[in-house]
C-alpha cells in the first residue's frame, strides 16, 4: 500500500507500541528509519536482531548518547515528517533531543510521543506495562467472569489498541495540519488516555441501563448468549447471537427451540440456568463439529482460533491475513484500499542499513539530508 508514499518518519527505536505505530505507518507506503541502540542488546531484550515490527523498515544503529548519534538523528529529523518516540517523559531531552529541539531544526516536524501515563500527571514518571494502564484507565475492569481475577488480552487493549493505533491517529492529524499551515505539532498518546477513550460503548451502554457496573451482571459476560463455551475436545467456542432473529436461529439450530427454559431471552433469572444448559450442550461436541454446524449461518457462533490456526481458516485463507516469511508467521497490512494490494516490506536485521543511510547523508546536498531508499 502506498497511500503514505513521500512521508518520511524517523522512529527512536522502543518496546512494543512504538514499533507498532512505525510498522503500520510503513505497512501504508510511510519512509520509515527506525534509529536502532548501539552494540551488545540487554539479556531478555524485546528488540532482537530480527524483530516482526520493524517490517518495512530500514535499520540504523547509532549511539544516541554520542554527539555524532545526536548528530545523525538531527539530521534525519531535518528532513523528516515525522518523529516517533516511546522513552519516559524528560529522556529525549536530556539526550539533546526533545521537541524543542526537533522542531528548531524542522518547524513543519509532527513529534509523536507515546506513554503508558502520558507526558504529565502524577504517575508521568512511573513504570509500567500494558495491564497496569489499562487497569487504571478502567478498560481492564470487565475482562473477566464474575469471581474471577480480570486477565487483559496480551498487548492487546492497551499497547495496540489504546496507545499505537492513537498514536497513529495523532500523527496522521498532525501531519495534515502540517501540510496546510507548515507549523508541526508534539503529538502526546498516551495508553491511558487511548484505553479510556475507547470505553465510550461501554459508558453509553451503562447509561442504557444495559451494562452493571458489577462483573457478572451485564449481557456481555452473564447472560447465556454472549458467552464463551468449553467443547468436548477442549477447544472453545464463542456465542453471540444478541437480536432475537439471530438468538431464535441458534437455538433452532441447537434443537433448543422449544425448550420452556429458552422461551424468554432477556429474562435475567433465567440466564445461569440458560447458561448451564448450553455448557452441557457445547460439550457434548468437538469445536470442530460445532464450527461445521455453524459456519456461514446468521446464529453468530465461531470457533475460538490460535494465531497458527487462523492462518489456516478458510475465511484467513481467502481474504489473505496471514504470510509466513523466513519462517516467521505474519499478519497483513490493514486496512484495505480498493484495487491496491497490500505489499508488506521486509524485516531488516538491526543496523542493516546503516553504512548506507550514513553515507547518503554525508553526500546529501544542503538541506536536503534524508537519504533516498
Not at 48 to 63: F, H, I, P, Q
Given at each position: 500500500m502506498s497511500k503514505l508514499s513521500g512521508t518520511k518518519v524517523v522512529e527512536i527505536a522502543g518496546i512494543g507500541p512504538g514499533p507498532f505505530c512505525a510498522m503500520t505507518l510503513a505497512d501504508l507506503g510511510a519512509d520509515v528509519i527506525v534509529v536502532?541502540?548501539?552494540?551488545?542488546?540487554?539479556?531478555?531484550?524485546?528488540?532482537?536482531?530480527?524483530?516482526?515490527?520493524?517490517?518495512?523498515?530500514?535499520?540504523?544503529?547509532?549511539?544516541?548518547?554520542?554527539?555524532?548519534?545526536?548528530?545523525?538523528?538531527?539530521?534525519?529529523?531535518?528532513?523528516?515528517?515525522?518523529?516517533?518516540e516511546g522513552m519516559r517523559p524528560g529522556v529525549m531531552e536530556r539526550l539533546g533531543l526533545g521537541p524543542d529541539v526537533c522542531l528548531a531544526r524542522n518547524p513543519r516536524l509532527v513529534y509523536g510521543r507515546l506513554t503508558g501515563w502520558g507526558q504529565t500527571g502524577p504517575l508521568a514518571q512511573a513504570a509500567g506495562h500494558d495491564a497496569n494502564y489499562i487497569s487504571l484507565s478502567g478498560a481492564l475492569h470487565y475482562a473477566s467472569p464474575a469471581g474471577q481475577p480480570p486477565v487483559a488480552p496480551f498487548s492487546l487493549v492497551g499497547d495496540v489498541a489504546g496507545g499505537s493505533l492513537y498514536l497513529v491517529i495523532g500523527l496522521l492529524s498532525g501531519l495534515l495540519e502540517a501540510r496546510a499551515t507548515g507549523k508541526g505539532c508534539v503529538v502526546d498518546a498516551a495508553i491511558t488516555d487511548g484505553s479510556a477513550h475507547m470505553l465510550a460503548l461501554v459508558l453509553n451502554g451503562k447509561k442504557a441501563g444495559r451494562i452493571s457496573d458489577a462483573r457478572g451482571e451485564s449481557l456481555h459476560d452473564a447472560s447465556h448468549f454472549y458467552n464463551t463455551y468449553r467443547c468436548a475436545d477442549g477447544g472453545f467456542v464463542t456465542v453471540a447471537p444478541v437480536e432475537p432473529q439471530f438468538y431464535r436461529l441458534m437455538l433452532q439450530m441447537l434443537g433448543l427451540a422449544d425448550e420452556p427454559l429458552f422461551a424468554t431471552q432477556w429474562d435475567r433469572t433465567q440466564w445461569p440456568a440458560q447458561r448451564e444448559r448450553l455448557q452441557k450442550v457445547f460439550a457434548s461436541r468437538s469445536r470442530a463439529a460445532w464450527q461445521a454446524l455453524f459456519e456461514g449461518s446468521d446464529a453468530c457462533i465461531a470457533p475460538v482460533l490460535s494465531p497458527e490456526e487462523a492462518a489456516r481458516h478458510s475465511h484467513n485463507v481467502a481474504r489473505g491475513n496471514y504470510f509466513e516469511r523466513d519462517g516467521y508467521l505474519q499478519a497483513m497490512p490493514a486496512p484495505r484500499f480498493d484495487g491496491e494490494p497490500a505489499?508488506?516490506?521486509?524485516?531488516?536485521?538491526?543496523?542493516?542499513?546503516?553504512?548506507?543511510?550514513?553515507?547518503?547523508?554525508?553526500?546529501?546536498?544542503?538541506?536536503s539530508p534524508w537519504p533516498r531508499g
Open positions: 536502532e541502540r548501539a552494540g551488545t542488546l540487554p539479556e531478555g531484550s524485546l528488540n532482537a536482531d530480527v524483530a516482526l515490527t520493524n517490517r518495512g523498515k530500514r535499520s540504523v544503529s547509532v549511539d544516541l548518547k554520542s554527539a555524532e548519534g545526536r548528530d545523525t538523528v538531527l539530521r534525519l529529523i531535518e528532513g523528516a515528517d515525522a518523529l516517533i505489499t508488506p516490506g521486509a524485516i531488516p536485521h538491526r543496523g542493516q542499513h546503516t553504512q548506507a543511510v550514513l553515507a547518503a547523508l554525508k553526500e546529501a546536498r544542503a538541506g
